[in-house]
């Protein structure tokens, strides 16, 4: 048979021709079979894994060794956001919960992990933060230390803990010992140690600790505790105001929040009280300059004492009183420990540093001078009041 292009099919007849021409066919196609095949074992298989398992019943994580596990525990409670990222991990099986608890795993537990509110306050939170400290977590320590300290009222064990924070160069813990040296805290009024408190602050100061650097500044700046030099106090306050600044971008940059929001121009750098719903809530670091910034964020202690003390109406004690800075939460240890503010006795702090952040914040707009002014008892005015300093812009706007 002729196709179009002119060439003819072979004629299949019986005999030789025929069944060769059969056969290569045959060939071709057993060769076309063999090279699909070929293709086909060529390509990737998928390898799965074996399953793993016992006698006994064991999977792959029994088989993981404790030094394995503990490494990942302990990366786990450096970067916990709250306490139950590390207590769901310890609820979860019997071997978590005992590996847990291993000393490399409580000591580098982060400062988030301890964040335990007031109400939530029991026995066994106790032991753990014992167990903590006992681990040589310092921010263990220095919570538990403040929280026996002020709440618990144990006076001796609260400082100790504090105490063994502060020598690994803990800086919250060296304030802390600089403000309870300062009032004299657990004792009498005798038992201030100014220059002690000063030592105290520097170091806390040298490390960064922005309230501390605050505190000396208005100690260098009044002379208290320290040889006045105004001109140092100055350069000491302007670098707490520089390093909380840098603090508030710093956050920022880390949880996505845009700069200008932080940071907004107001043409009335101190707002009449009147006026304040206009602007927004910030503390007004650079107020000279109009900027507002987000007031710093209160440590887990200061939050633990106000919580723990707003349960109890707010109040330490008989005609005893609590830092009026609502990022504190200290109390008063004896009465009249706190400095109070000379112009309208109204506030009351246990630092200078606290004094000055809390006018920024919110005073400043809401002291209102007066002639005299009574204690809770009625008999007293400013100058009767043990520790009271003045208020105003000659001690505030400095810092």
Known sequence: MRTRRGFCYPRVVGGGRGDMFLEKIELINKRKELVAETNINSRKKIRTSPDISTSDGSDFFDSLPDDLVISILTKLSSTAGCPSDFINVLITCKRLNGLGLHSMVLSKASQKTFSVKA????????????????????EACYTLGMIRFYCLQNRGSGA?????????????????????????????????????????????????????????????????????????????????NARELASVFSSAAVSGIPTRQLLTWSPLPHPHPQLRHLSGSGCPLLSDFGCNVPAPEAHPASRFMAEWFAARGGSPGNGLRLCSHVGCGRPETRRHEFRRCSVCGAVNYCSRACQALDWKLRHKVECTPVERWLDEDGDGDAHDVDGAVDGGDDVMADS
């Open 119 to 138: 109400s939530n306050w029991s026995e066994s939170t106790h032991r753990f933060l014992k167990q903590c400290s006992d681990a040589g977590n310092v």
């Open 160 to 240: 100790s803990l504090m105490a063994k924070a502060a020598i690994s160069s803990h800086a919250p813990a060296l304030y802390s010992l600089a403000v309870i040296q300062f009032n004299g805290s657990g004792g009498s009024k005798n038992d201030k140690d100014l220059r002690a408190g000063v030592a105290l602050c520097a170091r806390a100061a040298f490390l960064g600790h922005i309230d501390a650097l605050r505190e000396l500044g208005h100690c260098l700046q009044d002379g208290y505790g320290i040889r006045q030099n105004i001109t140092e106090g100055r350069r000491f306050l302007v670098q707490a």
